[in-house]
């Protein structure tokens, strides 16, 4: 069951006839999945070069993934390892106006 980018009532409709059981195995599917980061939107949500983030992947300062695709990809843990103040990495990326 694919809920990714469905609206409340869509889960709803997806979900209306689902066990109890079925519907834990689906959150706990969902709460233990890891996201994955590119190294461009790291270096983009941190305000660093992407060639910084690749360095400290090379340097094993950050710890990253290469799945069959051939991309770098670096889970949110090993970003939570490389920097505690990880509050910053979720920070609104929206651009603030002049006045």
Known sequence: MDLIGKSLEQIEVATRNKRRQELLEIIYSLATFEPMYKPDEIARRR????????????????????????????PLS???????ETAVFFANQTEEKPD
């Open 47 to 74: 305000r660093m070069s992407i060639g910084k983030v690749k360095d400290l992947i090379r340097k094993g300062v950050l710890r990253a993934h290469k799945p069959l695709d051939n991309a770098l990809r670096v």
């Open 78 to 84: 090993a970003i939570r390892d490389w920097d505690k």
